[in-house]
């Protein structure tokens, strides 16, 4: 499919526009699976609390414009879509594009000290006189377009880098060692600020105000939590957000509707005995034995335990014990995570995970503690797409990049924690495809060699703008 340029895509785009409405009442494979888990008994009570404010905005979205019949493309036309990609195109605002990308890109910063990039982003809003609330969850950023008024809807961007060591060779590689941008947040930073852009200079046309959330800590601290602790919610009535991903070629939009990401949890479990000569057992009580039993009882969770068809992991990722071959050691720590894609099956797996560890080392006469890290909050809930945003998201990218550059995406047993804002509001989160053979960006996310197709940002930066706009110009 490759990046979506050149004169003939926006034919193509018109067309599709005409078309969009029967595309939109079709089903796929993908959604029938999503309709079998939807009757399903593992559906939670926030999906349905989600799923009954979105039938409240649809019974209550504006009617029909008068040119255009159809409730579902509204007073939206698709002059507004070209528009905005060819904005977004411009070979100048490209360059600032990757220009912005590039300087975070050379400088990434862990969770929660992401300084410089915030200073970088708040440089540009100033320039773009764009009004922002700073801070927020210490580097994050809450800055607004539009008319001041309601409706509010807010476009979401992560900050954060990771601790790895760039392995990909090119000018502009990490230049502190051991970080790097491996997720592509870097993009999704100035996507948005390229949005802010493109929105400022179509302010006119907004019906409404929208929300830009520059928010840090997005691998390691659940800095939405923070942000949404210190306002960044405020007002709003829809979020969305965009994650890069290397297994769609570029420019192509992909989401699905209800659970989209897992929700993963951490466990670390230390089990004790007491220690003694390995040759003489029976002086001491073993905790090698016992956490080897215990791995093995944390397989039956999800084998015996969980419905086959609501996906659940628990792995154990990491056991040491003793280094000297003749001694039982005192205690094993065991280590791993858990994910699951509701609410309930996944607060009952981290109690079970507990439950079966504990119970496992008194079998052998050890005690266990298992430490959640509760109080890091590394919990992150799953990611569920509201059905009405998932559609507005849907409608735009069709509009966007052509009905064959969307893609109702398979679930995922990733984490994000964009779901503290999903859990809040009505939220959808997509995928913009940055794969390209020839680069060589195919590896996935929180790799060394991780690299992303740069003519992914115009059409990310598009899209955000074409969501935020058009979402007001429907239910503002
Ligand atoms: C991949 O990137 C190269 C170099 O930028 C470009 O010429 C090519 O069109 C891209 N291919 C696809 C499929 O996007
Ligand atoms: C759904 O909305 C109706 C009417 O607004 C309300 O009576 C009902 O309690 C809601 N259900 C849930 C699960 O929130
Ligand atoms: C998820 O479940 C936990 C534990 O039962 C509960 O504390 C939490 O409020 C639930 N979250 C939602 C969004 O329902
Ligand atoms: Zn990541
Ligand atoms: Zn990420």
């Excluded at 990434?108 to 801070?135: G, H, K, M, W």
């Excluded at 509010?152 to 790895?164: Q, S, V, W």
Aim: with cysteine; proline share 5%; net charge negative.
């Amino acid at each position: 499919m490759g990046p979506l340029q050149g004169p003939g895509f926006f034919l193509i785009s018109i067309l599709l526009f005409v078309s969009c409405i029967k595309i939109i009442g079709g089903s796929t494979s993908s959604d029938l699976f999503y309709t079998y888990f939807d009757g399903g008994a593992y559906i939670s009570s926030e999906d349905s609390f989600l799923k009954n404010r979105s039938s409240y905005r649809r019974s209550h979205m504006p009617s029909t414009s008068p040119s255009l019949e159809e409730e579902d493309c509204g007073v939206w036309v698709t002059k507004y879509s070209e528009e905005i990609l060819e904005l977004a195109k411009r070979p100048e605002t490209v360059e600032w594009l990757k220009g912005l990308r590039r300087r975070i890109h050379e400088n990434p910063e862990l969770a929660f000290q992401e300084y410089e990039t915030s200073r970088l982003v708040r440089n540009e809003l100033d320039q773009l006189q764009i009004s922002y609330r700073f801070p927020l969850a210490g580097t994050g950023i809450r800055a607004s377009v539009g008319t001041g008024g309601p409706p509010f809807i807010a476009l979401r961007a992560d900050m954060d880098a990771l601790p790895i060591q760039e392995a990909v060779e090119w000018e502009h590689r990490s230049k502190v060692p051991g970080k790097m941008h491996a997720c592509g947040h870097d993009a999704h930073t100035a996507m948005l600020l390229g949005a802010a852009k493109i929105l400022k200079s179509r302010e006119n046309n907004l019906k409404g105000t929208v929300i830009l959330i520059f928010q840090p800590a997005e691998e390691a601290g659940n800095g939405a939590k923070r942000m949404m602790q210190d306002g960044a919610l405020e007002d709003v009535e829809a979020i969305f957000a965009i994650h890069v991903s290397h297994e769609r070629p570029t420019g192509t939009i992909g989401s699905r509707p209800g659970p989209l990401l897992a929700g993963c949890g951490f466990f670390r479990a230390v089990i004790s005995g007491r220690k003694g000569d390995a040759g003489s057992p029976h002086l001491s009580v073993d905790p090698v034995l016992a956490a080897s039993a215990a791995v093995i009882s944390l397989q039956n969770l999800v084998s015996r335990e969980a419905n086959p068809l609501d996906s659940q992991v628990v792995s154990v990722a990491s056991f040491n014990g003793g280094d000297n071959l003749d001694q039982i050691p005192q205690s094993v720590t065991i280590a791993g995570t858990f994910r699951a894609f509701s609410n309930a099956s996944f607060y009952g797996l981290l109690k079970r995970v507990e439950e079966v560890i504990v119970e496992q080392a008194s079998v052998y006469r050890c005690s266990a503690t298992v430490d959640f890290f509760k109080k890091e909050t590394q919990i992150y809930p799953p990611t569920v797409n509201d059905e009405y945003m998932y559609e507005h998201v849907k409608k735009v990218a069709i509009d966007l990049v052509g009905a064959k550059n969307f893609i109702v995406v398979p679930p995922m047993m990733g984490a994000e924690d964009f779901s503290f804002y999903s859990e809040m509001v009505p939220a959808a989160f997509f995928y913009i495809g940055v794969r390209n053979e020839t680069l060589g960006s195919t590896h996935s996310g929180h790799s060394p060699y991780f690299m992303i197709d740069e003519e992914v940002l115009p059409i990310g930066a598009a899209a955000h703008v074409a969501i935020a706009e058009r979402y007001l110009n429907e239910n503002g």
